[in-house]
């Protein structure tokens, strides 16, 4: 009776605070230090993100772009839990890791001037179109 008791002490002294450390810090989830090893073992390199995705016409670009410095970007879903939250950036950490030793030191400051000027060429596009698109409607009410 005695030996049961120390049991049930020691699993609630020791097991089920390390199981509520582990959940908070997302190992069960998805995205954790452990499927990031795996992961990159694997060679499939992504970085996670959540919330809405953006969309640009430029994506084919901005993915190829990625993908020339090893990863890929991949969204979560909008609406995740805390520990998921954490699990996500625990994992894009490693992530990071893997890529400053795969790519050198700087290469966030190249890879984000590479894609600053894609979102710049596309607002450029935009904005050209919408000038035609002004200019076309006044000259068919020039026309009338």
Known sequence: MQKNKLIASLILIF????LILLWNYGIFTRYN???AKIDIYNGNIRLIYYGLPVFSSKQREIDSVSTSYGFRHY?????ISAPESKGADI???VMEEYLLKRNGNNWRIE???VIDSLYNEEHKEKKSRKKATMFSADSSLVSE
Not at 15 to 18: D, M, N, V
């Open 15 to 18: 097991i089920i605070p390390l």
């Open 33 to 35: 230090y452990l499927t």
């Open 75 to 79: 969204n979560s879903g909008c609406t």
């Open 91 to 93: 994992y894009n950490n």
């Open 111 to 113: 890879y984000k001037r």
